[in-house]
């Protein structure tokens, strides 16, 4: 069974920039979350998309958005980037439903800025 | 606000010296305690989940344990390849049910 994919791996951008990830979830899995990890600040949760709809959202600003397809795969963009924004970028799918703490990380998208 | 702790931030050992980490945390009503690992680059890996104060879960060199208030990650005779970041994450009862990590335990394991 094929694990959760994240594309793309590596990529460098300028201050201004605008950035989209994407993530396949596991197949069958409808929840895919998307956290931030940085060195500071550890892994903090950005969002949660299940059956195409947001259905949480954790405390960052409105640059950061996400969106879920009908096959459940997920991009998340953000916008006008600032160097702080430079990060571990991790997806994470889970097979939905009443949620569970039991989630599938891809080996995430590493965004720098500069 | 949850909130979760771990420590020692970094631990170094040696092949075959055993040790626990720490995950303090706190929490209206535990739903859920989970144990993730980290390879370097990598996504987290799910190790365990606990419920319930008392409960113990095993997995090779790996033991985990819950009380009220913490748990404890055993590692028994570690090897070089357990080296590694382990997350802890709790999950609350009601409200939102997204997990709240802690920023983890670097362990090294020297040969």
């Known amino acids: 069974k094929a694990g959760v994919t994240q594309t793309p791996r590596y990529l460098i951008k300028t201050r201004g920039q605008q950035v989209t990830l994407s993530c396949s979830p596991i197949?069958?899995?409808?929840?895919v979350s998307w956290y931030q990890q940085t060195p500071g600040q550890g892994l903090q949760f950005l969002f949660e998309?299940?059956?195409?709809?947001?259905?949480n959202k954790g405390n960052f600003p409105g640059r950061f958005s996400g969106r879920q397809f009908s096959n459940s795969r997920s991009e998340m963009n953000v916008s006008t980037l600032e160097l702080g924004d430079s990060a571990l970028y991790l997806c994470?799918?889970?097979?939905?439903?009443?949620?569970?703490?039991?989630?599938?990380f891809g080996e995430g998208s590493r965004l720098t800025v500069l | 606000e949850d909130q979760v702790t771990q420590s020692p931030e970094a631990l170094r050992l040696q092949e075959g010296e055993s040790s626990s980490l720490n995950c303090s945390y706190t929490?209206?009503?535990?739903?859920?305690l989970f144990w993730y690992r980290q390879d370097p680059g990598k996504g987290p890996e799910f190790l365990f989940t606990?419920?319930?104060a008392g409960e113990e879960k095993e997995k090779e060199r790996l033991k985990a344990t819950l009380t009220k208030k913490e748990s404890f990650l055993h590692i028994t005779a570690p090897k070089p390849e357990d080296s590694a970041t382990y997350l802890c994450?709790?999950?609350?009862?009601?409200?939102?049910?997204?997990?709240?990590f802690g920023r983890g335990t670097s362990l090294i394991v020297h040969p």
């Open positions: 994470a799918s889970s097979p939905g439903g009443g949620g569970t703490g039991e989630l599938f």
């Open positions: 197949s069958g899995h409808r929840s």
């Open positions: 998309y299940f059956s195409e709809t947001q259905r």
């Open positions: 929490v209206s009503g535990l739903r859920g």
């Open positions: 606990l419920y319930s």
């Open positions: 994450a709790v999950q609350a009862l009601g409200g939102s049910y997204i997990p709240t």
